[in-house]
């Protein structure tokens, strides 16, 4: 994964805004770990679920399941309906 380089992107005029993922992660954390709900996450769960989003959307889960359990394959069609559920 390549880290951003906000200075160099500020340098050459281009925009610098995390706003929206941080608006995304807030809103998401906020109805699980809203006080009625009858299901709430502890931080570490909270913390695991990130770490899933953010490879979801990085296209490197599979490769982490690959990792975990060697010969494990993920099919096309399974693949397409996990970025459908991961969107």
Known sequence: MMIPNYGEMCRYGELVSTAFVESTINEVIARRMAKKQQMQWSRKGAH????????????????????????????????????????
Do not use: H
């Open 48 to 87: 695991y679920l990130l770490q899933t989003r953010t490879a979801v959307l990085n296209n490197e889960l599979q490769d982490k399941f690959a990792s975990w359990y060697p010969g494990c394959t993920i099919d096309a069609q399974s693949r397409g309906r996990l970025s459908a559920m991961a969107a």
